[in-house]
């Protein structure tokens, strides 16, 4: 059972550069998110999805898209990266349920020269 | 607007002694506590949550504590161990509307000296 798989681990990007960040799931869970974490911020949500077709902005959603056509994958798209974007970027499944409790992913960490 | 805070951005401990992190928060709507802790290079795991119809959950050396009239949570840590060096986050969840969505804290660094 891997949980919540995220590649890469590490990228380097140039400004305008385009990339996907790929997150898959094997716990059958409903919920995928995406959240990033930066120095003095914590974690904030980018996107989420409530399930296959359906997907929602998060708090910062802005140079990101994301799509969910399975229930196992929930790839995060940089379209036009920009040095704002560096962050360390994590992918998290959940089940349904009040409690909202997530489970992450490794994490991928980006940068943008 | 942060919703959920943690105002200490760090934490220095012995080992053996009782490591106490704090969090705020303002949405009442609340209903779900959680606390995450994240080695480096690693993703956040879950530690402890609690429900806002309880003012205290334990599970082994950590309890989380709820005042929900100062709108306040804290984690205690007894006795502490170097293993438990790392970052911790304290997030909330609206239960009612989660969809697997929570809030976070800025983290704080706990450090727990041999």
């Known amino acids: 059972n891997a949980g919540v798989t995220q590649t890469p681990k590490f990228q380097v990007l140039k400004t305008g550069q385009s990339m996907t960040l790929q997150c898959a799931q094997d716990?059958?869970?409903?919920?995928m998110s995406w959240y990033r974490q930066d120095p003095g911020m914590g974690l904030r949500l980018i996107h989420y999805?409530?399930?296959?077709?359906?997907?929602d902005q998060g708090e910062v959603p802005n140079g990101y898209n994301v799509s969910r056509s399975t229930t196992e994958d929930f790839p995060l798209r940089l379209l036009s990266a920009a040095p704002s974007q560096t962050s360390v970027y994590f992918c998290?499944?959940?089940?349904?349920?009040?409690?909202?409790?997530?489970?992450f992913g490794s994490g991928t960490q980006l940068s943008v020269l | 607007d942060q919703q959920v805070k943690q105002n200490s951005p760090s934490l220095s401990v012995q080992e053996g002694r009782i490591s106490i992190l704090n969090c705020d928060y303002t949405?009442?709507?609340?209903?779900?506590f959680l606390w995450y802790k994240k080695y480096p290079a690693e993703g956040p795991t879950f530690l402890i949550s609690?429900?806002?119809?309880?003012d205290k959950n334990e599970d082994g050396r950590f309890t989380v504590f709820l005042n929900k009239s100062a709108k306040h949570l804290s984690l205690h840590i007894v006795p502490s161990q170097p293993g438990d060096s790392a970052v911790y986050f304290c997030?909330?969840?609206?239960?009612?509307?989660?969809?697997?969505?929570?809030?976070f804290g800025q983290g704080t660094i706990l450090t727990v000296h041999p």
């Open positions: 998290a499944s959940s089940y349904s349920g009040p409690e909202g409790k997530l489970f």
């Open positions: 716990m059958n869970h409903e919920y």
């Open positions: 999805s409530v399930g296959a077709g359906i997907t």
């Open positions: 949405n009442s709507m609340f209903d779900y």
């Open positions: 609690i429900s806002s119809i309880k």
């Open positions: 997030a909330a969840s609206d239960g009612g509307t989660s969809y697997g969505k929570l809030t």
